[in-house]
């Protein structure tokens, strides 16, 4: 594995093939390996935040950053690990990056995700705590997860 930079960006900030390769990485996951057909490019983009891990240049992680309005929460979305670098703790690094970035775009605000609900031990190790049911979000288990404003990690039961 070659050396990672961290960058953060607005799409507009992006170069199409920068922001091609995002997507690209997006949709061969999201929609293509997960077999889901839904509408990944959701209009959502432009108003985002984008966390790229690139190696070479390339993105090999990829998460989506929302600051809140006037006292609302961040979200972060669309975490995204390459399949030819899983396995390297990228995940993990990506939401450090992710949570870190939040934290100085919205100093005290919530940070909201809505994650798969087989990765809930992980988000959780991030401090995230479910606070929904499980449901279906184009066909896949999810559940919404928040970290609170002091980011104390909770242990989950189980």
């Given at each position: 594995m070659g050396s990672l930079t961290v960058?953060?960006?607005?799409?507009?900030?992006l170069t199409a093939g920068e922001l091609y390769d995002v997507l690209k990485l997006r949709v061969d996951v999201f929609v293509?390996?997960?077999?889901?057909?839904?509408?990944?490019?959701d209009g959502k983009d432009a108003e985002a935040l984008h966390l790229r891990l690139l190696e070479d240049g390339k993105p090999v992680a990829y998460g989506r950053i929302f600051a809140p309005g006037t006292g609302?929460?961040?979200?972060?979305?669309?975490?995204?690990?390459?399949?030819?670098?899983?396995?390297?703790?990228?995940g993990e690094r990506l939401m450090g990056e992710a949570v870190?970035?939040?934290?100085?775009?919205?100093?005290?605000?919530?940070?909201?995700?809505?994650?798969?609900?087989?990765?809930?031990?992980?988000?959780?190790g991030f401090?995230?705590?479910?606070?929904?049911?499980?449901y279906l979000e184009d066909g896949i288990p999810h559940?919404?997860?928040v970290?609170?404003?002091?980011?104390?990690?909770?242990?989950?039961?189980?």
């Open positions: 960058d953060i960006a607005r799409m507009d900030a293509v390996e997960q077999n889901c057909s839904y509408p990944e490019l609302r929460q961040a979200r972060i979305g669309r975490i995204v690990v390459a399949p030819s670098h899983r396995g390297q703790k990228l870190a970035a939040c934290e100085r775009l919205a100093p005290g605000a919530p940070i909201a995700i809505s994650a798969q609900a087989h990765l809930e031990r992980f988000y959780a401090g995230f705590e479910t606070v929904s049911k499980e559940i919404d997860m970290r609170d404003a002091a980011g104390m990690q909770t242990e989950v039961a189980g």
